[in-house]
């Protein structure tokens, strides 16, 4: 979960200098974060950037860029143990909304076969993240994929035995974005969003 959120991070660093590419800067700042993280001398971001973000967008869908219509959604389900809080809700016209229904923002999204918008995904993981920690899971590893296929439903390692787990997630983990796409691809997206065009 550290390297999504790490990777995040190196992509919205990237968005702030505008190259094409990934530049040698952005690596430095996943890597940092990244091990900040695992050692305990960095945390996540507080949710103050993203209520920032969150009012600046107050008049528009998260998802779309919409005006019209708008309700608020719960970006991780209620109905899969998302909290009603601030943290977790955000603004969104009512077709997405529908479209998105009870679906965790990662199972939808993948569903239409769109990456996330950032400041959406930056959200989410520290919810997810938030949820973890809470849980003292982040100790529990997370299975490679290849396994975590045969050994269905559990995708959890306990680290000390060994044994399959299942803590009930409310979020989808097998989800988590690990590749991000390059630069010009989340300013295409940051652009037609800005325009009201999805």
Request: with cysteine.
């Amino acid at each position: 979960m550290y390297w999504s959120y790490a990777n995040l991070a190196m992509a919205a660093a990237s968005s702030q200098h505008g190259k094409p590419a990934y530049q040698k800067i952005d690596y430095i700042i996943r890597g940092k974060l990244y091990y900040g993280l695992l050692r305990g001398t960095m945390k996540l971001g507080s949710f103050l950037e993203d209520e920032k973000m969150k009012m600046a967008l107050a008049g528009m869908c998260c998802y779309c860029g919409s005006d019209s219509d708008l309700t608020l959604d719960h970006l991780i389900p209620k109905i899969k143990g998302g909290k009603h809080a601030a943290d977790n809700l955000v603004a969104a016209c009512r077709p997405c909304n529908s479209s998105k229904n009870a679906r965790d923002l990662l199972e939808w999204m993948a569903r239409a076969e769109r990456f996330p918008p950032l400041f959406l995904l930056r959200r989410y993981l520290k919810l997810a993240i938030g949820y973890c920690v809470e849980n003292r899971l982040m100790d529990v590893a997370l299975a490679p994929a290849a396994e975590a296929a045969s050994k269905q439903p559990s995708l959890f390692e306990d680290v000390a035995t060994g044994e399959a787990v299942s803590p009930p997630l409310p979020f989808a983990i097998s989800l988590l974005p690990f590749d991000y796409p390059d630069p010009a691809t989340f300013r295409a997206w940051r652009e037609s969003h800005e325009n009201g065009e999805g």
